[in-house]
């Protein structure tokens, strides 16, 4: 069997990579990730990477702080969690590059989208670190954005939660779950899978949107193959 597609563009949240512990990063996570990684790549699959920044830091106003610098705040957060990407996959025998949306040149290349895409050609991974570079922007605005220039099949949206429901499931045991959905009823139903900038990104560049659960080892090669797991978006 052939996978559905060809090139992926993986978001994972910054939370995703602590595991139980909900802040920093959890080295069985990072390593259960970069073997998922590594059997997409094995399959051919071209995979560039969005991370989030939510296990180190979160942009939030406060008294001391504006948003804008806790924004760029939580933009630093996500090229540490790059970083500790990068190493997990090339433990595993992936090789990685990161690129950044705001440059600092002697940790990783600055983004380049024709670099990327030539890296991508090689098999190479890509992660795209310190989001979009704009404050009052997401990393799954990023991904979006990522995803049309880099020209991806699918957003591959890995979760804490195994789809998308009507309510936190956690919160509500007859949360209703949702297997298929147009990008329309992502923004309508204001379900938050996905900010409104990010769904509207997605809606207008017919990006498709893969929602489904990280914690299954198996499920992103599930996904690449087109499995019905989780919650597909189109
Ligand atoms: N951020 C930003 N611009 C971007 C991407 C991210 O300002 O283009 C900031 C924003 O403050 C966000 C933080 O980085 O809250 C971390 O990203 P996010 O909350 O999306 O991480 P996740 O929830 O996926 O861990």
């Given at each position: 069997m052939e996978p559905k597609y060809k090139r992926v563009l993986l978001k994972i949240s910054g939370e995703a990579l602590a595991g139980e512990k909900k802040v920093g990063l959890d080295d069985d996570m990072l390593n259960q990730v970069a073997l998922q990684v590594k059997s997409l790549t094995e399959l051919g699959v071209q995979v560039a990477v969005v991370v989030g920044g939510g296990n180190f830091w979160r942009g939030r106003t406060s008294k001391s702080m504006d948003r804008a610098t806790a924004d760029y705040m939580g933009m630093l957060a996500t090229v540490i969690n790059s970083l500790a990407l990068q190493s997990a996959f090339e433990t595993v025998g992936v090789p990685t590059r990161v690129q950044t949306a705001i440059e600092m040149r002697e940790v990783a290349e600055p983004y380049i989208r024709r670099r990327a895409m030539r890296h991508l050609e090689k098999n190479i991974v890509v992660i795209f670190g310190a989001g979009t570079g704009n404050p009052f922007f997401s990393t799954d605005t990023t991904a979006a954005l990522r995803a049309a220039e880099i020209e991806a099949d699918v957003i591959l949206l890995a979760k804490k939660v195994d789809a998308v429901y009507d309510s936190?499931?956690?919160?509500?045991?007859?949360?209703?779950?949702?297997?298929?959905?147009t990008h329309k009823d992502l923004l309508e139903k204001e379900l938050g899978v996905m900010?409104?900038?990010a769904a509207s990104l997605c809606m207008d560049n017919h990006i498709p949107i893969h929602v489904f659960g990280l914690s299954s080892p198996d499920n992103v090669l599930k996904a690449v193959y087109?499995?019905?797991?989780?919650?597909?978006?189109?």
């Amino acid at each position: 069997m052939e996978p559905k597609y060809k090139r992926v563009l993986l978001k994972i949240s910054g939370e995703a990579l602590a595991g139980e512990k909900k802040v920093g990063l959890d080295d069985d996570m990072l390593n259960q990730v970069a073997l998922q990684v590594k059997s997409l790549t094995e399959l051919g699959v071209q995979v560039a990477v969005v991370v989030g920044g939510g296990n180190f830091w979160r942009g939030r106003t406060s008294k001391s702080m504006d948003r804008a610098t806790a924004d760029y705040m939580g933009m630093l957060a996500t090229v540490i969690n790059s970083l500790a990407l990068q190493s997990a996959f090339e433990t595993v025998g992936v090789p990685t590059r990161v690129q950044t949306a705001i440059e600092m040149r002697e940790v990783a290349e600055p983004y380049i989208r024709r670099r990327a895409m030539r890296h991508l050609e090689k098999n190479i991974v890509v992660i795209f670190g310190a989001g979009t570079g704009n404050p009052f922007f997401s990393t799954d605005t990023t991904a979006a954005l990522r995803a049309a220039e880099i020209e991806a099949d699918v957003i591959l949206l890995a979760k804490k939660v195994d789809a998308v429901y009507d309510s936190d499931p956690e919160k509500n045991p007859r949360a209703k779950r949702f297997d298929r959905l147009t990008h329309k009823d992502l923004l309508e139903k204001e379900l938050g899978v996905m900010d409104s900038t990010a769904a509207s990104l997605c809606m207008d560049n017919h990006i498709p949107i893969h929602v489904f659960g990280l914690s299954s080892p198996d499920n992103v090669l599930k996904a690449v193959y087109g499995e019905k797991i989780g919650t597909i978006i189109e």
